[in-house]
């Protein structure tokens, strides 16, 4: 079992930027890969970012891509996803999900969700 809690989000003027962070439970989080996903009012559930085990691999939705950067640090049991150059378009809930497999890009893919924080940007 995971338990996953997010925080680091906020409102922020277009152009800034945020670092999300995504806390987790228990002595097993190396073991899982890391997700970040969205969900906009209105809007399905989109994928944003995921992170393997090791933090070796990172995979990223083109609309983040060269904007975002995730990472982990697992001695601290956390992934981070550091957002520049924010656009309106990325508010949203944030919410970090884990699985022990690979990254995914798919949702239905992870097995544990954190309860979400939201992201405004305004313009």
């Known amino acids: 079992q995971v338990q996953l809690v997010e925080s680091g989000g906020g409102l922020v003027q277009a152009g800034g930027s945020l670092r999300l962070s995504c806390a987790a439970s228990?002595?097993?989080?190396?073991?899982?890969?890391m997700g970040w996903f969205r969900q906009a009012p209105g809007k399905e559930r989109e994928f944003v970012a995921a992170?393997?085990?090791?933090?070796?691999?990172?995979y990223y939705a083109d609309s983040v891509k060269g904007r975002s950067t995730i990472s982990r640090d697992n001695a601290k049991n956390t992934v981070y996803l550091q957002m520049n150059s924010l656009k309106p378009e990325d508010t949203a809930v944030y919410y970090c999900?884990?699985?022990?497999?690979?990254?995914?890009?798919?949702?239905?893919?992870?097995?544990?969700w954190g309860q979400g924080t939201q992201v405004t940007v305004s313009s």
């Open positions: 999900a884990a699985r022990l497999e690979s990254g995914s890009y798919s949702s239905k893919d992870y097995d544990y």
């Open positions: 992170i393997n085990w090791s933090g070796g691999s990172t």
């Open positions: 228990g002595r097993t989080f190396s073991r899982y890969a």
